[in-house]
């Protein structure tokens, strides 16, 4: 994945309009997620499908956005997530490029332990 020296790391609960852009997703960073989205934090939104993401970063003088789309498979996304979840970014590498593998079996646990996890911290492995 790429470096960028972000302080931490938002995932926004849910499915995200994958038609908004930059100043849709900052108000989403703002009002949504809570957070300043001027601070050096990484927001993370995915799409209802999970095919695709987009990341959103302010680096000093502008917004970076980044957006990645899956030709298949799907994203390990949080369905049953309401509120929003600060993940370390070891975890969102996790997403990122574990993602891509065809593993169905380590996806299938994954999203059964989603489904029965009730806790309120991150559901990726650490």
Known sequence: ??????QQVWLAPGATDMRKSIDGLSAMAQYAL???PLQPHLFVFCS????????????KNGFWLFY??????TF?????AQAPL?????????????????KPARIARSRRRWRHSHRRQSNFPE
């Open 68 to 73: 990645k789309r899956l030709e298949k498979g």
């Open 34 to 36: 809570g957070q300043n």
């Open 1 to 6: 994945m790429f470096d960028i020296p972000a």
């Open 76 to 80: 390990h996304w949080p369905a049953d």
């Open 48 to 59: 209802k499908d999970r095919s695709k993401i987009k990341l959103l970063y302010w680096d």
């Open 86 to 102: 600060c993940i370390t970014r070891r975890q969102l590498s996790w997403c990122w490029t574990d993602s891509a593998s065809n």
